[in-house]
């Protein structure tokens, strides 16, 4: 098992553009998360899901946009980037026992 | 709304010694609380894991226990070895979904 994955690892942005961040698991997930981690701040949610076609918001979700198409998939979009949204953004999937598991994570730089 | 503290923010050892890392929680109503190590740009290892009903969890020289009425977990770590070196992360569980609320972690040297 691959576990949780994320694609790209890092990217650079000019503001306004636009890019997908995806996420995809292979545990057969229902829940999956999305979170962005900033220096002094700790981990803070996004966006989360908790089954196939379903998304809602969490703490921080303004800027950003998900989609779950499948079950194994959960994608995060940034429709206009703003340096404000320079982070690290890591995706997890939620087991049975309730435990968070993390991708390796994606360094954006939005310049 | 829930907030997460760990203290302290950084700690330094000398190897083979014993430590207890803090974490604090201002909501008791949690699912679990879960600790995690991140090595620098790297993602989070899942170290333990505590359900609201468990008092403490042990997974090798880890020991990490639970007071969900005062709102505090520790985590102690027996005979400290250099790669031990990390950020540790606390988390809580609420509400309807298991969204994770997470402290600014501690983070831990271990000097030969």
């Known amino acids: 098992n691959a576990g949780v994955t994320q694609t790209p690892k890092f990217r650079v942005l000019k503001t306004g553009q636009s890019m997908t961040l995806l996420c995809a698991q292979d545990m057969n997930h229902e829940y999956m998360y999305w979170y962005r981690q900033d220096p002094g701040m700790g981990l803070r949610l996004i966006h989360y899901s908790v089954g196939e076609g379903t998304t809602a918001k969490g703490e921080v979700p303004d800027g950003y946009n998900v989609s779950r198409l499948k079950k194994q998939n959960f994608l995060l979009g940034l429709e206009s980037a703003a340096p404000s949204q320079t982070s690290v953004y890591f995706c997890a999937s939620k087991g049975t026992y309730n435990e968070q598991f993390f991708g390796p994570g994606t360094r954006l730089t939005v310049l | 709304k829930q907030e997460v503290t760990q203290i302290p923010a950084a700690l330094s050892v000398p190897e083979g010694e014993n430590l207890v890392l803090n974490c604090s929680f201002t909501?008791?109503?949690?699912?679990?609380l879960q600790w995690f190590r991140q090595d620098p740009g790297k993602g989070l290892t899942s170290l333990l894991l505590?359900?609201?009903?468990?008092r403490e969890q042990t997974s090798g020289r880890l020991n990490a226990s639970l007071d969900k009425s005062s709102g505090r977990s520790t985590l102690y770590i027996a005979a400290s070895q250099p790669g031990d070196s990390a950020t540790y992360l606390c988390a809580v569980s609420t509400g309807t979904a298991s969204k994770l609320t997470f402290g600014t972690g501690t983070r831990l040297q271990v000097t030969l």
């Open positions: 505590i359900q609201s009903s468990q």
């Open positions: 909501d008791s109503a949690i699912y679990n």
